[in-house]
């Protein structure tokens, strides 16, 4: 009987185009090696080729080919007749305890070849042939961590329709495939079948997507014209460390790529008048798959409807303007480049001064902090509460003595300052954001 061994191993493949530098290279295969990590796999070496492009066949030419297979134990040839291996990524994968010690000793053949580009299924169906291993490409593991860490019922939705996506072109007729079913869906090969399984989960995902996103919509329109920042920021830049520095919560910080998956929103400590409302966002990665781009669109909406967005860069990275580009492009991608922004440079502990100068040089505008330095922390609260003093407005709010119920909201939303009776009622004078007034206003107009 086959026995799991605790951890799978893999190996990682990646090809330099020419466009691409030799630091960029590496730090894209470190990202897919702690990607690789978080889905609890073993790295255990790296094949790297310099090529055109990504779309030979059996993406690495013949040589290099051969030297992967020698590793994983293949044909090292994309012999036609050759099996390939019986998908078996998502029972590994749940299987695989996460940060578990390394097994040594063991014999540490990779049973995983993950390759750091967006594969066509032939690619690799013909990778998988030659090598013997299971391929899973950079897509693969996103959707495939996504999928686990998911926890909000929104969340999980999104995730099952964007890996069913993934999966759908990817399957195969598995062993004995030709064989026709009997009963309903007689006729169909089990590849059609499966296909069509996958069609109507995918319809009735969205179905109940709709109704959970209703219900988010109502409680999003709750907080609308509220004091709203929202951290966003390529994975791992340390947004749920500020979050938690800002707004004294408990949200989970891992030294993981994408420890967060659903938006939280938290109220700015020491709490303001009116309070200001922190939101912490997934993470971005580059080739984030854009079906998971879209079915994030609503989770970011969220954070889009803040009034001032806060881009956290971890600066100590020596790649952050490629993933601060990244943060920026999936933004526009969803239509959030109009809203204010705020270039945060995290993780300055970790920057020597040549490196700070030359930060601040280069970016005049731009915070420069640590998200586990109180005093920065404190300073970014001020410059938050300082950028919705700037779009904050004075006015005189009169509440009849028949509509006080609404006094509450009137002291949520805004701030008093002021606070006088009259025969007419109550005489507030006040201070806030246009929309939030024009909101009391309305409220008034309609007791
Ligand atoms: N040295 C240093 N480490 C930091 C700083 N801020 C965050 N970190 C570390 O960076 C790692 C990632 O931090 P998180 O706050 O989880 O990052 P995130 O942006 O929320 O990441 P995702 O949720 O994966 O998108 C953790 O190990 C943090 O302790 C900082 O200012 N300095
Ligand atoms: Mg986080």
């Known amino acids: 009987m086959e026995t799991t061994p605790p951890i799978p191993c893999a190996i990682l493949v990646g090809i330099q185009t020419p466009e691409v530098d030799d630091i960029a290279h590496q730090a894209s295969l470190e990202e897919l090696g702690r990607l690789v990590k978080t889905l609890g ?4 070496g790296t094949v790297s080729q310099r090529r055109e492009g990504t779309g030979a066949s059996a993406l690495l030419g013949s040589g290099k080919l051969a030297e992967l297979a ?34 040594l000793g063991a014999s540490n053949k990779p049973e995983f070849v993950i390759v750091d580009h967006e594969l066509s299924p032939s690619q690799i169906r013909n990778l998988e042939r030659a090598t013997g291993a299971e391929v899973l490409d950079r897509t693969g593991v996103i959707v495939e961590i996504f999928h686990r860490h998911a926890n909000t019922r929104e969340a999980k939705l999104q995730v099952e329709m964007a890996r ?22 007689a006729g169909e090969s089990t590849l059609d079948l499966d296909r069509r399984k996958i069609r ?3 319809a009735e995902l969205k179905d109940q997507l709709e109704a959970v996103q209703r219900d988010s919509d109502h409680r999003r329109s709750a907080r609308r014209d509220q004091l709203r920042v929202a951290l966003v920021g390529y994975t791992n830049a340390g947004k749920s460390s ?3 520095a800002l707004t004294g919560s408990e949200v989970l910080v891992e030294d993981k790529l994408f420890a967060t ?5 938290r109220i700015l400590q020491p709490e303001t008048r009116p309070r200001v409302l922190v939101s912490d966002t997934v ?38 303007e490629a993933q601060l580009e990244v943060t920026r492009s999936v933004l526009r991608e969803i239509g959030a480049e109009t809203v204010p922004s705020r270039l945060v440079l995290n993780k300055m502990d970790r920057v020597d001064n040549v490196r700070r100068a030359a930060l601040a040089e280069k970016h005049p505008d731009a915070v420069l902090l640590s998200a586990h330095r109180p005093e920065d922390v404190s300073a970014l609260r001020d410059i938050i509460i300082a950028f919705f003093e700037a779009a904050m407005v004075e006015d005189v709010l009169v509440l009849p003595y028949a509509t006080q119920g609404l006094i509450g909201e009137v002291y949520d939303s805004v ?26 206003r309305r409220s008034l107009a309609t007791p």
Do not use: C, W
């Open 415 to 440: 701030r008093v300052l002021s606070e006088e009776y009259d025969e007419a009622g109550r005489v507030l004078k006040v201070r806030g954001l246009p929309g939030a007034l024009a909101r009391l």
């Open 41 to 44: 796999y073993k790295v255990v």
């Open 261 to 265: 998956l659903d938006t939280t929103i």
């Open 200 to 202: 109507d989960r995918l």
């Open 70 to 103: 020698a590793l994983t134990g293949g044909p090292g040839v994309v012999a036609s007749m050759a099996v390939a291996p019986k998908s078996k990524a998502s029972r590994r994968s749940e299987n695989a305890a996460e940060n578990a010690e390394p097994e």
């Open 164 to 185: 069913l996506k993934y999966v759908a072109p990817r399957l195969r007729e598995s062993s004995g495939g030709g064989e026709r079913r009997q009963g309903p869906g």
């Open 283 to 320: 993470g971005f990665i580059k080739q984030l798959p854009h079906d998971l781009v879209a079915s994030f669109r609503s989770t970011l909406t969220e954070a889009l409807e803040a009034s001032l967005l806060l881009f956290v860069v971890d600066a100590s990275d020596p790649t952050y």
């Open 242 to 244: 500020l979050m938690r």
